[in-house]
């Protein structure tokens, strides 16, 4: 009689593979959060907590200096480098781990940054590969860490 071929047609299909979708999206989330929180408590390992949230750049700075890049932070004498540049990587690990910083205008709170000793004195340099971020990253360090 009717030549025709019928297709059944389920109205909650779309959203049944949304729903999973979605949920595969949020376990992919999940994961990256555990990773960066296991990076914030090994970068934070010898770092007293009390310490942890706060200005990791306050009153350890003698100069600042433009480098390629970014800035170059010289340490005051009374303050070592290996322990500061400790300070600074654990404070950025707590910022990638929790998506911001406490302070206002933190010059560890940009993308793309590398943080690493200075080859000459006790110096730590924060540079960034992102051309657009270079001026902020300067004015950032500058109000943050002025001596």
């Not at 019928?6 to 959203?15: D, G, R, W």
């Not at 070592?80 to 205008?105: F, N, Q, Y």
């Not at 300067?138 to 001596?147: D, E, G, S, V």
Request: positive net charge; aromatic residues 4%; glycine residues 6%.
């Amino acid at each position: 009689m009717f030549d025709f071929e019928t297709v059944e047609h389920n109205p909650t299909a779309k959203h049944y593979w949304l729903a999973r979708r979605h949920g595969t999206q949020a376990l992919q989330h999940a994961r990256a959060a555990a990773r960066l929180r296991q990076q914030e408590a090994a970068m934070c390992r010898n770092v007293a907590g009390s310490t942890r949230g706060t200005c990791p750049l306050s009153g350890r700075v003698a100069r600042i200096a433009d480098i390629a890049g970014g800035v170059r932070l010289q340490l005051r004498k009374r303050d070592h480098d290996k322990p500061t540049l400790a300070r600074v990587r654990c404070h950025r690990a707590r910022i990638e781990a929790t998506g911001r910083s406490a302070m206002k205008d933190c010059p560890l709170d940009l993308p793309a940054l590398t943080i690493r000793l200075a080859k000459q004195g006790a110096a730590i340099e924060i540079t960034t590969s992102k051309a657009a971020f270079v001026t902020t990253l300067r004015a950032r360090a500058r109000a943050c860490a002025t001596p």
